[in-house]
Structures are given as C-alpha cells and as structure tokens.
C-alpha cells in the first residue's frame, strides 16, 4: 500500500503496486506467449522481481524488435512482460503523480481518464470551435514525426526526469 512515508524507490517496489501494475500489464495481451508464462506464477515472478529491485539486481531485458505493417510499415520495439509490469509501477507510482502537473492538457498517454475517447472528445470540441471562429476555412493537418522516440537526446530525457525525481 502506498504511504506517504515511502520513498519513491519503496513505491515501485511495493508488492501491491507491483501486483497491480501485473495486472494491468496482463490487459489486451489476450494469449500472448510471455503474459501467459508469467501468469502461470504470477505471485512468485512479481515477488522475485520485488527482490531484484530490492537487491539491485534487476536487469531490464532486451527488447523484441517486430515490424507492422498497418496503417504503414513501422519498426516496433516492445519490452519483455516483467518489464513492463516494473514499468507501470514506476510510471503510475512515481512519474506521473510527480509530473501530471508538467504535462501539456493535450498529453493522453498513460494518465487515468485521459485515454483515447477523452483525446476524441477534445479533438472534437477543438474542431468545433475551430468551425465556429472559421467556419469551413480552416484546416487539420494530421502529421508523423518519423523515429521521434528513437531521435530523441536520452541523456537530455534523464536530465529532466532527475530534476523531478529525487530518490
């Protein structure tokens, strides 16, 4: 349970944050491979990934590259199962509480209630008020900026989250 008392560190190691950050993890995977193993024991892997945590001796996995190829060809990299149920813990325990307030309003991604029908809601009170101030002259220009993730400075990345992130 989370405490106030806790560090941040003590917050994603929680054995109740990890266990719903497992289950969040476990959505949408329907049957694939790694959720299902883990599933198998679910309880023991979230408490030998507490342990590493706690022992310093977790390691994060190589990601598993796999391109799409709709709507166009994109290289993806999807991190193994545990670490995303590490990563939902450290995102929803600690990163978000402390940046929610540094993010712009039109950012949806991984905040609760913000999730893609809150943005379809936005986007359309946005272009409503766009047609009311232009009419019909005016535009929406849907742009991709290519390997955004991949192009950005990480070092400059960790810089910032350090200025928020103390422990």
């Avoid at 598993?64 to 450290?90: G, N, W």
Wanted: with cysteine; proline share 2%; hydrophobic share 35%.
């Amino acid at each position: 349970m989370i405490e106030d008392s806790q560090s941040d560190f003590e917050k994603i190691t929680d054995f109740e944050n990890l266990y719903k950050a497992y289950k969040k993890s476990k959505c949408g995977k329907g049957f694939a491979l790694s959720s299902m193993r883990f599933q198998m024991a679910a309880l023991d892997g979230i408490y030998q990934i507490k342990r590493r945590l706690e022992t310093k001796t977790y390691q994060v996995s190589p990601y598993h590259q796999f391109t799409i190829y709709e709507p166009k060809e994109r290289t993806i990299k999807a991190c193994s199962f545990q670490d995303k149920i590490v990563q939902h813990s450290l995102c929803d325990n600690v990163l978000l509480p402390l940046l929610k307030d540094e993010f712009i309003q039109t950012n949806y991604a991984g905040q609760i209630g913000k999730g893609t029908l809150y943005g379809l809601d936005c986007l359309k009170g946005h272009m409503y008020l766009a047609y009311c101030k232009y009419g019909y002259d005016c535009w929406i220009v849907k742009g991709d900026i290519s390997k955004f993730f991949y192009n950005i400075d990480h070092n400059i990345l960790k810089d910032i989250v350090r200025y928020f992130v103390k422990d």
